[in-house]
């Protein structure tokens, strides 16, 4: 199976600053089949990216996916106060569908 | 818009069969689409059970397979979950979810229930 790995662990930032969060994977994920989701607390994750690059209907314009092969990034240009939560990238390449075990997002 | 609604009981017991439901509203499923189910233990992370495509073909994860049943019922829209023989690992919140590209995908998602398992 794909093995996806996020970094950093845990990213203190404060509003208005730009995020970058990565997403590595043990091996080429074909069709840039890589989505990105935020998880707040109690609540399901809600998919913001897929395909890699694609921002899901409703996401605002802040967050933009890049990256193909094995590297991905997932970037916030200004953080807003409910940006502030877990994030998870997913493969859906290759049967097991795996995620990363996750960037908090957290307020310096 | 397209709902997904998990419902089943919030308690099993060790080596007792789960049983989850995830009703559709806003779409028939019979029409297309990938329904997944992706569970998440208490301050963990998410693991891909499997899925089911509309025409009832199943993905199951390796990790799970042999106890793992993914259904579909058209006449009611609905899917459903089979677990069987539980344990205390198995205590989760279970999200039912659509996908639309591969059998993996989870686009959209329920809002999960909890499971424990406990005698």
């Known amino acids: 199976e794909i093995v996806l790995t996020q970094s950093p662990g845990t990213l203190s930032l404060s509003p208005g600053e730009r995020a970058t969060l990565s997403c590595r994977a043990s091996q080429s994920v074909s069709g840039n089949y890589l989505a990105w989701f935020r998880q707040k607390p109690g609540q399901a994750p809600r998919l913001l990216i897929y395909?890699?690059?694609n921002r899901d209907t409703g996401i605002p314009d802040r967050f933009s996916g890049s990256g193909s092969g094995t590297i991905f990034t997932l970037t916030i240009s200004r953080l807003e106060p409910e940006d502030f939560a877990m994030y998870y990238c997913?493969?859906?390449?290759?049967?097991?569908?795996?995620f990363g075990q996750g960037t908090k997002l957290e307020i310096k | 818009q397209v709902q997904l609604q998990e419902s089943g009981p919030g308690l099993v017991k060790p080596s007792e069969t789960l049983s989850l439901t995830c009703a559709v509203s806003g779409y028939s499923i019979s029409s297309g689409s990938y329904w997944g189910w992706i569970r998440q233990p208490p301050g963990k992370g998410l693991e891909w059970i499997g899925s089911i495509h509309h025409s009832g073909s199943t993905s199951y994860n390796p990790s799970l397979k042999s106890r793992v049943s993914i259904s579909i019922d058209t006449s009611k829209n609905q899917f459903s979950l089979k677990l069987s023989s539980v344990t205390a690992a198995d205590t989760a919140v279970y999200y039912c979810?659509?996908?639309?590209?591969?059998?993996?995908?989870?686009?959209?998602w329920g809002p999960g229930t909890l499971v424990t398992v406990s005698s």
């Open positions: 395909g890699a690059s």
């Open positions: 997913q493969q859906y390449a290759i049967s097991p569908g795996t």
């Open positions: 979810a659509r996908g639309l590209s591969t059998a993996m995908a989870t686009g959209l």
